[in-house]
């Protein structure tokens, strides 16, 4: 894909994975990952805990809902954007 051809809200996938276009710079687009998300917690004295779950319920509860997104936004430069496909 051309920088041209992303828009906010859009979705495309990269190297099997599905992510919405979050914003578009003069060389860079920002995106999430919406096809399933990690939620991680900690409770006191208690070691770290990650769980995968859908895209679905990450919807649900709200981890794709922003900006600010509750799920990391990747950099995708101009030879990243060469592998994007449109959905």
């Known amino acids: 894909?051309?920088?041209s051809d992303f828009?906010?809200?859009s979705e495309f996938t990269c190297s099997g994975r599905r992510y919405r276009c979050?914003?578009?710079g003069t060389r860079t687009?920002?995106?999430i990952q919406v096809d399933e998300a990690t939620i991680a917690s900690k409770e006191l004295g208690?070691?770290?805990t990650t769980r995968l779950v859908s895209r679905q319920e990450?919807?649900?509860i709200g981890w794709?809902?922003?900006p600010p997104y509750?799920?990391?936004e990747h950099v995708f430069d101009e030879e990243d954007q060469d592998l994007c496909e449109p959905v």
């Open 1 to 3: 894909m051309d920088l």
């Open 7 to 9: 828009r906010i809200g």
């Open 22 to 24: 979050t914003d578009i």
């Open 29 to 31: 687009v920002l995106a």
């Open 46 to 48: 208690e070691p770290v």
């Open 58 to 60: 990450a919807e649900a």
């Open 64 to 66: 794709f809902t922003g």
């Open 70 to 72: 509750s799920v990391i």
